[in-house]
């Protein structure tokens, strides 16, 4: 059973207010959020979500390549770094990736570093996911043929679970 969200206060908020509240729901790339916001009103987050994902779809092949190049790649060390927006931080963390050993660091940048080569867009979505599946995602990744379709699926997954929090 889905709970429903008055989005009276949503749609109620300013420019600068809905990008401060959704500006980090795709991460580094506000522009979504910024675009989504002429769409008002809202009368669902999935209304609002769909309405980001739009703006991604609407982005050319090259800056859908570079959108998908803002996303961290899943690794320990990002956290520690503080470069990825909170959501991601907890997403990875729940993926027990701050608790791995040294050796493990350095086979998920190993098999990070193969997916990104091939694909030229980084595996990241660490969303739902255990450590252990981390590792076998990305494996089969690095020797599947790159479907950004695929990706973008994750992503909106990913991403109507941030928009609905």
């Given at each position: 059973?889905?709970?429903?969200i008055?989005?009276?206060?949503?749609?109620a908020?300013?420019?600068?207010?809905?990008i401060h509240?959704?500006?980090?729901?795709?991460?580094?790339?506000?522009?979504?959020?910024?675009?989504?916001?002429?769409?008002?009103?809202?009368?669902s987050?999935?209304?609002?979500h769909?309405?980001?994902?739009?703006v991604?779809r609407?982005?050319?092949a090259y800056?859908?390549r570079?959108?998908?190049?803002?996303?961290?790649?899943?690794?320990?060390?990002?956290?520690?770094?503080?470069?990825m927006?909170?959501?991601?931080?907890a997403?990875?963390?729940?993926?027990?990736l701050d608790?791995?050993?040294?050796?493990?660091?350095a086979a998920?940048?190993?098999?990070?570093?193969?997916?990104l080569?091939r694909?030229?867009f980084p595996?990241?979505?660490?969303?739902?996911?255990?450590?252990?599946?981390a590792?076998?995602?990305?494996?089969?990744g690095?020797?599947?043929?790159?479907?950004?379709k695929?990706w973008?699926?994750?992503l909106?997954?990913l991403?109507?679970?941030?928009?609905a929090?």
């Open positions: 059973m889905s709970m429903s008055d989005f009276e206060p949503v749609n908020l300013d420019y600068p207010a809905f509240a959704f500006g980090s729901v795709f991460e580094h790339f506000p522009q979504a959020a910024e675009d989504a916001w002429t769409q008002r009103p809202f009368v987050a999935q209304a609002l769909a309405a980001m994902m739009n991604i609407t982005l050319d800056r859908q570079d959108f998908l190049n803002l996303h961290p790649l899943l690794s320990g060390a990002n956290i520690c770094l503080g470069t927006t909170a959501d991601s931080n997403e990875q963390m729940s993926a027990g608790a791995m050993s040294h050796d493990q660091e998920l940048d190993a098999l990070n570093a193969a997916y080569k694909h030229a595996s990241s979505s660490a969303c739902g996911i255990t450590r252990a599946r590792f076998s995602v990305r494996s089969r690095v020797s599947n043929a790159a479907r950004m695929n973008t699926k994750c909106r997954r991403r109507r679970a941030r928009v929090a």
